[in-house]
Each structure stands twice: as structure tokens, then as C-alpha cells.
């Protein structure tokens, strides 16, 4: 190995060689990492371009109203869809997150991890459906 | 940030609780409370009311941060080279400070024409 950078201290892992030296069970825990770092991801590019439109607020009355029916339309209210979707799935996981740093549900983490999937999906669909079919 | 990182662990978590209850209110109220919610008057008639801006201003400043100090988290998870997870921290710092700039700008700069 080259110089490592300072804080490796033994040499620097490769790629995802974690995963593979260790074993990484695929189970509910690694799911719901996972979902959690998508969903972030998601729904940071999303709260970047919705700053950027929003601040079409300045170009006034008639620019700014075109631009929010042109994001009503259906194909935006699927985006919608989605965007409640992950927003749902990474808050309330993130609220399982939270309470079992306090401590809570520990024992239970994998029955909450499914108590959050199903009320996430449920909720989704549900909020999902009105947004594409009710108010677009 | 500290040493550990245990600064920004519990912010991460003290700012997720709020925007848990800030996002619910925001999502009904743009989403589904009936499409004029999101057009200029409506925007207009909520920002006449100091309260709001607050609640918008509030909303932005926990959002932008926690987003992107989440996105450094995975930046250091995957990334080794300390060049390049310096070169990550100068991007990701100046994105959330130019989104925290314009949002701001819009909401407190906001008069209605
Ligand atoms: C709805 C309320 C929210 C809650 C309760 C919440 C909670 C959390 C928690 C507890 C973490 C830390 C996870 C860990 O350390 O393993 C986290 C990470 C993160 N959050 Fe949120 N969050 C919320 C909203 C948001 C929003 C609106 C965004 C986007 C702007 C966002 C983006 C992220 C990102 C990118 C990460 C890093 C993910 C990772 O390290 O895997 N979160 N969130």
C-alpha cells in the first residue's frame, strides 16, 4: 500500500471489502439502513430543486403561478407520490432510529422495522392514490 | 465539528424529531389541502403572517443541514482519500449554504406584487 491517509491505521479497506470480510447479514437491519440512506439521498436532491423553484416566488404573480400549475399536472403528481413516499419511509424510520438510541424497542427492532414498513406502504398508497388520481 | 462526532450525531437526531412534525404540517397543507394552497395568493396571504415565515425559515434551517451532514456521513463511509473527502467537505458545505441563502432570500425578502 502507498502512503495511507492519516486515521487508517492499519491501511485502508477496500471497496465494500467490510460486507464481504464480515459477513454482513442481509437481514431487516441492512434493509432498513439502506432504505434510509436512498431515501435521504432522495430527499436531498428533491429539497435542492424545490429551494431552486420556490425562489421563482421573486419573477412574481404570473410566473410563479404558470410554474405551479405546470407541477400539478399528473406526471408531477407521481413525483409526488414518490416524494411521500420516501419522505414517510425515512421519517418514520428515522423516529424508530432515534427511540432505540433512548433505549426503546430494542428488543422489538425487527418487529418495529416491519410496523414501519406496513404503515409507510399503507400510508403511501393511500396518500399516493389521492395525489395521482383524486387531485391531478 | 468534535472529535467523536457526537455533536453532530445528536443533531441529526434532534433535528430529524423536528422536521418529523415540521414536514407533516408542510406536506397536508401544500399537497392536499386543495391545489390554490401552492399558488402566489395563498403564498402571499401565509407570508403576511410573521408566524409563518418563522415556520418556513425554522423548516429550512433544520432541513438543509441535516441533509447535507447526512450526505457527508455517507461521503465518509465510502470514501478513503483524504483529498477527496476534504474536496467532498468544501462541496458539500457550500451547497447547503448557497440552498440556505436562497431559501432564506425568498421567504424573508418576500413581498407580494
Ligand atoms: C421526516 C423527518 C426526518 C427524520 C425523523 C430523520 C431522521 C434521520 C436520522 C435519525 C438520521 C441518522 C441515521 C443514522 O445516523 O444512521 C438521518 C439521516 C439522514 N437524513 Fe434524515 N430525517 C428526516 C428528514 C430528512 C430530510 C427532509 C432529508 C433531506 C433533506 C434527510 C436526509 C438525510 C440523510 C441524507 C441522512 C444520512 C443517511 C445515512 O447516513 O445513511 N432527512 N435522518
Redesign the pocket.
Given at each position: 500500500m502507498p502512503s495511507d491517509p492519516p486515521g487508517w491505521r492499519l491501511r485502508r479497506p477496500r471497496p465494500f471489502e467490510a460486507m464481504r470480510r464480515y459477513h454482513y447479514r442481509w437481514g431487516e437491519g441492512l434493509w432498513s439502513?439502506l432504505f434510509?440512506?436512498v431515501s435521504?439521498?432522495a430527499?436531498?436532491v428533491y429539497?435542492s430543486m424545490h429551494i431552486w423553484v420556490v425562489h421563482n416566488l421573486q419573477k412574481g404573480r404570473e410566473a410563479y403561478d404558470a410554474l405551479m400549475k405546470t407541477l400539478s399536472t399528473p406526471i408531477f403528481r407521481v413525483g409526488e407520490a414518490f416524494l411521500l413516499a420516501a419522505?414517510l419511509y425515512?421519517?418514520l424510520n428515522?423516529?424508530r432510529?432515534?427511540a432505540m438510541d433512548c433505549g426503546l424497542g430494542m428488543r422489538a427492532h425487527r418487529a418495529t422495522y416491519w410496523i414501519v414498513f406496513g404503515v409507510c406502504a399503507a400510508l403511501g398508497i393511500a396518500g399516493g392514490v389521492i395525489l395521482v388520481f383524486c387531485l391531478a | 465539528m468534535n472529535r467523536t462526532g457526537s455533536t453532530g450525531?445528536l443533531f441529526?437526531?434532534a433535528s430529524?424529531?423536528l422536521?418529523?412534525v415540521l414536514?407533516a404540517v408542510h406536506f397536508a397543507l401544500m399537497h392536499y389541502m386543495g391545489p390554490e394552497k401552492r399558488l402566489y395568493a395563498d403564498v402571499a396571504r401565509r407570508f403576511a403572517n410573521p408566524l409563518w415565515k418563522t415556520f418556513d425559515i425554522v423548516f429550512l434551517a433544520a432541513?438543509?443541514p441535516?441533509?447535507w451532514y447526512?450526505?457527508w456521513?455517507?461521503v465518509q463511509d465510502y470514501v478513503g482519500s483524504a483529498a477527496l473527502r476534504a474536496a467532498a467537505l468544501v462541496a458539500i458545505t457550500a451547497a447547503a449554504l448557497v440552498l440556505l441563502c436562497i431559501g432564506f432570500m425568498t421567504v424573508a425578502s418576500f413581498h407580494a406584487v
Open positions: 439502513h434510509h440512506r435521504g439521498i430527499l436531498v429539497l419522505v425515512h421519517g428515522g423516529i432510529l432515534v | 450525531w441529526q437526531r430529524g424529531a422536521i418529523f414536514v432541513a438543509v441535516h441533509g447526512g450526505v456521513g455517507i
